[in-house]
């Protein structure tokens, strides 16, 4: 039985900033809505072998390339929605395709942050509204901190730890 000082962690508490680029050069973290998924995969490297003396394999984590599967039904007027949109509808690549996300959990304010390539995958494949999918794919390693709102969770502040 778990104790008492343990409680679940809901889905909804675990929030995606999106980096929004403006004109002028600043990025804003926005929350991510509308998104029916937002699945994350280690994809951990492994390292594997046999030696000659022992009955088993052994393996070893040595590194890990870490993809997040998106899809969203498209609102107007969402600025994280249309930056998506624009890199693919635009077939932006390098650079001008990547984006920072902050992945926060909202009840205690831990947060990682990590640079993204935005991969999109396809679109419209529902009958009611039109959705768009694809999956973010690490381009940076995790940087560790926490963030900040004073918006109710709607857009949030990064800082790293020390």
Do not use: C
């Not at 995606?16 to 699945?39: A, K, W």
């Not at 984590?61 to 509808?89: C, H, M, Q, W």
Request: no cysteine; charged share 30%.
């Amino acid at each position: 039985m778990p104790t008492t000082t343990e409680t679940i962690v809901p889905r909804h508490k675990m929030l995606g900033f999106y980096g929004v680029p403006s004109e002028g050069g600043t990025v804003t973290y926005r929350r991510m809505q509308y998104f029916t998924d937002l699945n994350k995969n280690k994809n951990p490297e492994e390292h594997e072998r046999k030696y000659v003396d022992e009955k088993s394999k052994r393996s070893d984590i040595v590194g890990y390339f870490e993809s997040v599967s998106y899809t969203f039904d498209k609102y107007r007027n969402n600025p994280v929605l249309a930056d998506i949109s624009k890199i693919s509808d635009r077939e932006l690549i390098g650079d001008d395709a990547k984006r920072s996300i902050i992945w926060v959990d909202e009840d205690t304010g831990e947060a990682v942050k990590r640079d993204y390539a935005v991969i999109p995958e396809s679109e419209g494949g529902d009958a009611n509204t039109y959705t768009q999918s694809g999956n973010f794919k690490a381009s940076g390693e995790p940087v560790f901190g926490t963030a900040s709102s004073s918006d109710d969770w709607m857009t949030v502040t990064f800082t790293e730890e020390t």
